[in-house]
């Protein structure tokens, strides 16, 4: 079993930066990628962006977040850079297990979220 907790979040005006950090326990992050989802209010879950053999972003995203992983503290982040008032949600950290790395039911492990405001 995996433990994912994240943390990080918070208040920002639009243009600044945050990291978010997701410390994994109970399995090394070595054996399993790791996958950024974030969630709006009255929106679905969607994907943001994935670290394993490689790495892949949304759209959205890409060319202003980094994920990156420090095996040695078990620990994935995600720096998030030029934010956006549209990327305001709560941010969800997974451990992969089968199917789709871009689809939340990929995943099987979830951390509890962070929020992530920004303001214009």
């Known amino acids: 079993q995996v433990q994912l907790v994240e943390s990080g979040g918070g208040l920002v005006q639009a243009g600044g930066s945050l990291r978010l950090s997701c410390a994994a326990s109970?399995?090394?992050?070595?054996?399993?990628?790791v996958g950024w989802f974030r969630q709006a209010p009255g929106k679905e879950r969607e994907f943001v962006a994935w670290s394993g053999g490689s790495t892949q972003y949304a759209d959205s995203v890409k060319g202003r977040f980094t994920i990156s992983r420090d095996n040695a503290k078990n620990t994935v982040f995600l720096q998030m850079n030029s934010l956006k008032p549209e990327d305001t949600a709560v941010y969800y950290c997974?451990?992969?297990?089968?199917?789709?790395?871009?689809?939340?039911?990929?995943?099987?492990?979830w951390g509890q979220g962070t929020q992530v405001t920004v303001s214009s």
């Open positions: 109970g399995r090394s992050i070595r054996t399993y990628a």
């Open positions: 997974a451990s992969y297990h089968s199917g789709s790395l871009l689809l939340p039911s990929g995943y099987e492990y």
